[in-house]
């Protein structure tokens, strides 16, 4: 039974297909299909100028829709009953189904769409036989012509081109065929809702695309703001990583050096020691090794400078002089007997004070700067000052040295203080110069060192 009332519809509906096929041409069926699955497929559900900053901003759509609802109603009720002498139960629901919907379209405005287009069309055909249309406007009355460019406005600021497109050319389709099924009654008003409708949409379709070019170059600027910083960050750590490969290469040749001369050294070693002692040596050796296979890996290009001496606070002198023949008034106060300083607290002490130089130079030209580099009463811990006044030279109007400043430095000042587990203070003064205090371990007991890294004021 199934199968005998199945394989006739299947026939028409071939049919039908083949009719299609034969009287649109191939060029043209894309592009109306993709037209269908634009009409078809709305986009997800969400309140018109929803991302909006304001409260009342957000609530407009709604206010604006409830009044068009609420204008419209009753007036087309009014206008189908005693105008065109459409029957009161008619006109009251035609009038609901064309005006009401307008409430869905600040969520779902394509949706309402499909509504009000079917209630529209339902509309002309019913108004066909009333007595009073003969003479007024029609296929479209003056209150759907209102109702629908509101409901294109918010079709134009949700849906994507080409469903805009598909919503247009629909609009013009209906109000033909309207005028063919009875030409005698049709009025030039539905050339007019096309045009109107056209305009609409293009005007809110372009305002739409620009506000969705815009969030999306901002989304852009965002992600590429952190992955600069994220760049920057493993710049400073790969540098860091380079600096401390002499520093640590440096104790484990000592540890080889030792270990292979330990059995010459000391007469009498047993067997056993003598092994362990060439244990120790190989590998201290194979860890050297590997700490030069993973510096070839963290050096870039144009780094081969980089592999002499790194420098230490015995170098600081030189380089506050060279910060007073850039034009810097700085000043340097450098403790005479600092002891046994670590090599990695020598060498970030130097590049902390370097890089506050340097942001002085750059930042506050010509500003007096104080540098002051200590250790505390027990010895435990290096205090490294660097203050600045403001710059003579600077424009009030600019922008303080957090907000202008790429961050570069101060990343690899926090980097350097977590490393050897010290503290970092760094901010604006309130007469517009700028500090930066870091405290570093001069010991590597726990009791010394602590066992946080605190950092205060990071910029970026």
């Known amino acids: 039974m199934s ?6 519809r299947a026939r028409r509906l071939a049919r039908l297909r083949a009719l299609v096929r034969r009287g649109v041409p191939a060029g043209a069926r894309r592009p109306l299909h993709a037209l269908g699955l634009a009409l078809a497929t709305p986009r997800p559900a969400a309140p018109l100028l929803a991302d909006a900053r304001y409260v009342w901003l957000r609530h407009l759509p709604y206010v604006v829709a409830f009044a068009f609802v609420a204008t419209l109603l009753p007036v087309t009720i009014t206008v189908l009953t005693q105008d065109y002498r459409l029957d009161g139960a008619l006109a009251g629901a035609l009038a609901t189904a064309q005006t009401a919907p307008l409430l869905l379209a600040v969520t779902r405005p ?26 007024r406007q029609w296929p479209w009355t003056p209150m759907v012509v209102v109702g629908y460019l509101a409901l294109m406005l918010a079709v134009g600021l949700r849906e994507p081109r080409r469903t805009l497109i598909g919503v247009w050319l629909v609009t013009g389709a209906a109000g033909w065929l309207c005028g063919l099924i009875a030409p005698n009654l049709s009025q030039p008003v539905h050339v007019l809702l096309f045009v109107l409708s056209g305009v609409v949409l293009l005007v809110t379709g372009t305002l739409r695309e ?20 994220r760049r920057t960050l493993l710049e400073e750590r790969a540098r860091i990583a380079r ?28 067997d056993a020691a003598r092994e362990e002692f060439g244990s120790i040596a190989a590998s201290a050796r194979e860890s050297l090794a590997e700490m030069r296979r993973l510096l070839a890996v963290l050096r870039s290009d144009g780094t081969e ?20 023949r850039a034009g810097v008034p700085a000043e340097l106060s450098l403790a005479t007997e600092l002891g046994d300083v670590p090599q990695t607290v020598d060498l970030s002490a130097y590049r902390i004070v370097q890089e506050a130089l340097a942001n002085v130079v750059r930042h506050a030209p010509g500003a007096p700067t104080r540098v002051s580099v200590r250790p505390d009463e027990d010895g435990a811990w290096l205090t490294v000052l660097v203050v600045n006044g ?21 990343v690899g000042m ?36 602590g066992t946080a890294t605190s950092v205060k004021g990071s910029l970026s």
């Open 210 to 229: 620009r506000g969705d070019a815009q969030r999306r170059l901002v989304e852009q600027e965002t992600i590429s703001e952190a992955e600069r910083a």
């Open 110 to 135: 394509l949706q309402s769409w499909w509504i009000i287009l079917s209630a529209d069309v339902a509309g002309a055909l019913l108004l066909i036989a009333a007595d009073g249309t003969a003479g």
């Open 414 to 449: 926090r980097e350097r203080v977590r490393l050897t587990g010290g503290s970092l203070d760094t901010g604006p003064l309130p007469d517009g110069g700028f500090r930066v205090a870091a405290r570093l371990p001069l010991r590597t007991d726990p009791a010394a060192s």
């Open 243 to 270: 600096e401390l490969h002499d520093v640590v290469a440096h104790h484990m040749s000592v540890i080889t050096v030792q270990a292979d001369s330990a059995p010459y050294r000391i007469p009498g070693l047993p």
């Open 3 to 8: 199968n005998g009332s199945s394989t006739p």
């Open 390 to 410: 403001p710059s003579p030279e600077r424009d009030a109007r600019r922008s303080p040295l957090e907000s202008t400043g790429t961050g570069h430095g101060l």
């Open 305 to 324: 400078g980089e592999r002499a001496p790194q420098p230490g606070l015995d170098r600081v002198q030189q380089l506050v002089e060279a910060t007073v």
